[in-house]
């Protein structure tokens, strides 16, 4: 299951974390954005159709991702002329481990949208489809967390600094995003 770790009680010093940082306490140390892809398996396509345009989306199944944090389905986001578009997709069945996600697009029970460095080997194979290429998606924020208020060792001050370096080398995390990540 993915989760967010309570950095207290499970004697936690730092995390790389996906998306909007919620949490009073800890600070962000953003490391890089992506945008993700929306998928379907060839099976997919062949019983429901290809969605062509976002309203296309209203005929259309997804496999839903359960938030952790919220327990709630996410719903999509797709930037369209510089505004967020959202949709809360139909779905019958929801998971709440990446790879039970991207299991369940690939055996056409619904459309998935997720990073393009994870799904490109499926597409690749031609085990999914891309879907929607018109249409990005919102850019996601990769950050790098870890307690305000803590005295931060040597050691997670010199990870920190390896993982901001290593995904600065990697171009699929140098997408631009407007999310604000550091709170404190």
């Excluded at 259309?60 to 991702?65: Q, V």
């Excluded at 709440?96 to 597409?123: E, F, H, R």
Aim: proline share 3%; glycine share 8%.
């Amino acid at each position: 299951m993915d989760r967010q770790v309570d950095f207290v009680e499970e004697a936690i010093d730092c995390v790389v974390r996906v998306g909007a940082i919620g949490d009073v306490g800890l600070v962000a140390k953003r490391i890089g954005a992506y945008s993700q892809i929306t998928c379907a398996s060839p099976g997919y396509i062949d019983q429901y159709g290809e969605p062509m345009a976002l309203d296309d989306l209203e005929q259309h199944l997804a496999i839903g991702y359960v938030l952790n944090k919220s327990g709630r389905v996410r719903n999509w986001e797709f930037d369209v002329d510089g505004e967020s578009r959202v949709f809360a997709m139909k779905h019958k069945i929801a998971v709440n481990d990446g790879d039970s996600y991207i299991a369940a697009g690939v055996a056409g029970l619904g459309l998935i949208q997720s990073s393009s460095y994870t799904l490109n080997p499926l597409l690749r194979s031609g085990k999914l489809v891309e879907v929607l290429k018109d249409y990005p998606s919102h850019a996601r924020v990769v950050s790098v967390l870890y307690a305000a208020n803590r005295h931060q060792p040597r050691r997670v001050r010199v990870f920190i600094d390896w993982v901001a370096e290593l995904y600065s080398r990697l171009p699929i995390f140098q997408e631009k995003a407007s999310v604000a990540v550091v709170s404190s």
